[in-house]
């Protein structure tokens, strides 16, 4: 139980606290959990879950999307030299970066691994996003470097969903490596 100096101590504190109701604990243990499973939990940006659904929701209000699909180039052998710790810095900068260097209101997603979508209202210009990416990382472990590859895919053309969408854009992408690697 609750000894008399505890209870002194919680009735002088003042009466704005808030009271938690069991109504209120729920819908706040409830938005907790919602946005826990829409956030990526490494970087803060949407996950693959948040990405389809609030490009769907934009596609339903008729509105056009441009999409970019972002891979990293060079990433893999720092997680393998440098550990998981590394990586996941060069991928936190690397969201950071991507937030700045977007249209206002456009969404950034992580879609898991080195992946990471940009959805947009206005048309994303590539090497702007790639120019960003490819400032070198000042870290622990040293300036490290990464580069991007970047698919585009445009509705309605290209897709009327998002899955559709940001299939049409890895499918560019891969083109533009191939293309690149000949």
């Known amino acids: 139980g609750l000894t ?3 209870l002194q ?40 879950l948040q990405c389809l659904n609030t490009i769907n929701e934009r596609l339903r209000q008729r509105k056009i999307i ?26 936190q900068a690397v969201a950071k970066r991507l ?23 206005t048309q994303l210009l590539p090497k702007n996003l790639k120019k960003a990416i490819a400032q070198p990382y000042l870290t622990a472990w ?6 991007a590859a970047i698919g585009l895919a ?8 998002a899955a559709a969408l940001i299939a049409a854009a890895d499918h560019n992408m891969y083109r533009q490596k191939k293309n690149r690697d000949r």
Not at 101 to 116: I, K, Q, Y
Not at 142 to 147: A, F, H, R, Y
């Open 4 to 6: 008399t100096s505890a």
């Open 9 to 48: 101590t919680i009735t002088a504190t003042p009466a704005t606290e808030l009271q938690v109701t069991p109504a209120l604990a729920k819908k706040l243990q409830q938005k907790f959990a919602h946005n826990v499973a829409m956030a990526d939990p490494l970087t803060g940006l949407a996950n693959r």
């Open 66 to 91: 441009y999409i970019a699909l972002i891979d990293l180039n060079q990433f893999k052998p720092i997680n393998d030299k440098f550990g998981h710790a590394a990586g996941d810095a060069i991928l």
């Open 99 to 121: 937030k700045e260097n977007v249209p206002r209101g456009a969404l950034v997603a992580r879609l898991g691994g080195d992946e990471f979508v940009v959805a947009s209202h």
């Open 142 to 147: 040293g300036t490290l470097s990464v580069s």
């Open 154 to 161: 445009q509705s309605p053309q290209q897709g009327k969903a």
